[in-house]
């Protein structure tokens, strides 16, 4: 039985691949699929050109297959037919032709964080507004009217009363694209004396009906469970959006004010900045989320 060598030292193919082999030659990742075998641990998946060819959106792979190293050591390491750069995605990686891929709207968050990284802006216009489309666009969506619905509140005091929690709170001023996707706003009271119902009414009072850009918030209640749903003109077919809204007696620790961890798309909400808002102290929401 004959075998050739790849283009990863130690990695060789069957001949003829297309009838003894799991590899071959006129495979597209083969680069990739043959540093995997090498070193099945490396945590590695197509972006940019390369995950949008994966996803269907182009027909045309690029020479240089770009990929997110998940940690900075593999992306130190990769063969020069793997064009790297550092990034960990919030959603799953998927699996396509045999390798993983980021999903479309972790390609696109890192597009915006990385733009550097994206070898030709020229070429990219061609395929970017479709990769665009193919977005799960309720998640961006909800974080987009999120920023600006907190934005609004910190502004008019309804949040003077209440520290930001939970696993939405983690992650805004904290871990930013290594966050869990959360979309909740969980709220605790930060003084001891206030009524839970009143604080709840006054926060409900200002946010149902507000209007800001294209989205207007709404706030429901069903069973006793709060919802706040965000209606938008963002889709040809507006769809409403929602997520649960929960006020908590306080916490232990004194809230402390804490900002938006520092984006690029993060950049471009306009003046005012996204604030700095009170949250509860990190240690506490942690040990909360993981008891």
Known sequence: ??????????????????????????????????YLAAHPSARLALTFQAGSWAHGVTDRVPSHLEVAAMNGGAARRLPDALTPSVFVPILPTGRVHGVDALAVESILVHMASEPSSVRSWVSTSEWLPELAGEATWARLTIELGQNLLLRQLDADGPLDRLAFKGGTSLRKPYAGTAGRISIDLDFALTNLGDDPDDV????????????????????????????????????????????KLDI?????????????????????YGEPPLPEVQVVQLAENTAEKVA
């Open 248 to 268: 908590s007696p306080p916490h232990w620790l004194t809230p402390i004010r804490r900002g938006w961890l520092p984006l690029l798309v993060r950049t471009h």
């Open 1 to 34: 039985m004959l075998v050739m060598a790849t283009a990863q030292r130690g990695v060789w193919e069957f001949v003829p691949a297309s009838s003894a082999g799991r590899y071959s030659q006129n495979d597209p990742v083969m680069p990739l699929k043959s």
């Open 200 to 243: 709840l009414t006054d926060l409900i009072a200002a946010v149902n009906g507000l209007r800001i850009g294209p989205f207007t918030f709404l706030v429901t209640e069903r069973r006793g469970k709060w919802t706040i749903g965000y209606d938008h003109t963002l889709a040809v077919r507006p769809a409403v959006l929602r997520s």
